[in-house]
């Protein structure tokens, strides 16, 4: 993790990231604990907000001063720090399996992607299917072809675990047949670099 994220945003923001994942900070307190000018760490702050990584969170008045900001990391900041959901998910879906058969495990897969879809629909359609998907941190293209319309995701937040459980994709296929309103087929690849995919009818 931390060459990845080093190489990612170079390794004095990669050490500011990491002080602001465990506590809010101000200027002062991340240029003491970096061993940086106070302008030195504000250009850091400054790239790192307009990426959307940190921002403002707030003031802090110390006694006899005036307030000073206080920076903290956005959602999708947090998101730049490897989370445990893919072994996790992958061992819940092998229990259930076991316990309750394959056939249970993809009926509780796709009511969850049809919650999922229900609860975030505002529209419906493929366009509102892609939209869906990027809300959840993915890439989409919609590719309109002779056949019909075809949902290419790219990034798919389930696809770390696909390579071991395929039935996963239901989750997703559910996510679209709810929004679309539509029959649709999974055509995911799977592999070293799996990708989701859905054919959807029009």
């Known amino acids: 993790m931390a060459n990845w994220l080093d190489a990612l ?14 506590s809010r900070q101000t200027i002062t307190s991340l240029a003491q604990a970096l061993r940086l000018t106070d302008n030195a760490v504000r250009t850091h702050v400054a790239a790192l907000r307009r990426d959307g990584i940190v921002e403002d969170v707030g003031t802090q008045r110390d006694t006899g001063g005036k307030p000073a900001r206080m920076y903290g990391l956005t959602r999708e900041g947090e998101e730049l720090f490897p989370k445990a959901y893919a072994p996790v998910l992958a061992k819940v879906l ?38 869906l998907f990027r809300s959840l941190g993915a890439d989409v293209e919609v590719q ?25 994709c239901e989750l997703g296929k559910a996510m679209v047949e709810e929004t679309t309103g539509a029959a649709v087929s999974e055509c995911c690849e799977r592999g070293e670099h799996p990708r989701c995919a859905f054919a959807i009818g029009v």
Do not use: F, M, N, W
């Open 144 to 168: 309109r072809t002779r056949e019909g319309v075809r949902l290419q995701v790219y990034g798919c937040p389930l696809s770390a675990v696909t390579s071991e459980q395929a039935d996963v």
């Open 9 to 22: 945003t170079g390794e004095t923001q990669a050490r500011l990231l990491r002080l602001l994942r465990r």
């Open 94 to 131: 092998e229990e259930i399996i076991r316990r309750e058969g394959r056939d249970r495990a993809v009926e509780l897969l796709r009511a969850v992607g049809t919650t999922i879809a229900a609860e975030s629909r505002k529209k419906k359609g493929v366009d509102a299917a892609a939209e």
